[in-house]
T-cell receptor, first 112, second 113 residues
Framework: DVKVTQSSRYLVKRTGEKVFLECVQD?????MFWYRQDPGLGLRLIYF???????EKGDIPEGYSVSREKKERFSLILESASTNQTSMYLC???????????FGPGTRLTVT | DAKTTQPNSMESNEEEPVHLPCNHS???????IHWYRQLPSQGPEYVIH???SNVNNRMASLAIAEDRKSSTLILHRATLRDAAVYYC??????????????FGKGTKLSVKP
């Protein structure tokens, strides 16, 4: 079974802190994605990557950056966390041909 | 981007079939119809997808209208575990950004015992 794991299920950080969310997949997938999910707004794409060291902005990249140094790992970075970044963050991966996406369990981040 | 329209919520009784509708009148020839669902406190999971013909797998069936402007996800016997938000998504079968998923609000399915 494809496994996408995220480093934490719950995280509490203070305003202004630098936050790292890690995602690892074990299926040698080329594509990886970061979404955030908020009530009433659904899932929105923050960044995605379809190769190591490649990244592209999604719909809401402001306030975020990403890193993909190895194929299996995709990190989401909040340079200076703000309260409006309190959300559920979901990572996903898919094969390079654009097939189905496999999602991790999510990280619920609270910024106080 | 082609959009989909789904009812906000539906209710079903346990062990009865459920038909979840989706309208996509602006679908293009290269759009596949994908369904994902999200159980409470979990990430979304893939359910099924199709292009033109009806599709069956162990989770569900997908019935696609002949003109492809609508589709229906069929759960043959709903269980309590099927209570989730179901997303109907049009997706191109490309790599890169053209193959990205665009999630709408979905249909929240409640299953009564």
């Amino acid at each position: 079974d494809v496994k996408v794991t995220q480093s934490s299920r719950y995280l509490v950080k203070r305003t202004g802190e630098k936050v790292f969310l890690e995602c690892v997949q074990d299926m040698d997938h080329e594509n990886m994605f970061w979404y955030r999910q908020d009530p009433g707004l659904g899932l929105r794409l923050i960044y995605f990557s379809y190769d190591v060291k490649m990244k592209e902005k999604g719909d809401i990249p402001e306030g975020y950056s990403v890193s993909r140094e190895k194929k299996e790992r995709f990190s989401l970075i909040l340079e200076s966390a703000s309260t409006n970044q309190t959300s559920m963050y979901l990572c996903a991966s898919s094969p390079g041909t654009g097939g189905k996406q496999y999602f991790g369990p999510g990280t619920r981040l609270t910024v106080t | 981007d082609a959009k989909t329209t789904q009812p906000n919520s539906m209710e079903s009784n346990e062990e009865e079939p459920v038909h979840l509708p989706c309208n996509h009148s602006t679908i293009s020839g290269t759009d596949y119809i994908h369904w994902y669902r999200q159980l409470p406190s979990q990430g979304p999971e893939y359910v099924i997808h199709g292009l033109t013909s009806n599709v069956n797998n162990r989770m569900a069936s997908l019935a696609i209208a002949e003109d492809r402007k609508s589709s229906t996800l069929i759960l043959h016997r709903a269980t309590l575990r099927d209570a989730a938000v179901y997303y109907c998504i049009l997706k191109k079968n490309y790599g890169g950004s053209q193959g990205n998923l665009i999630f709408g609000k979905g249909t929240k399915l409640s299953v009564k015992p």
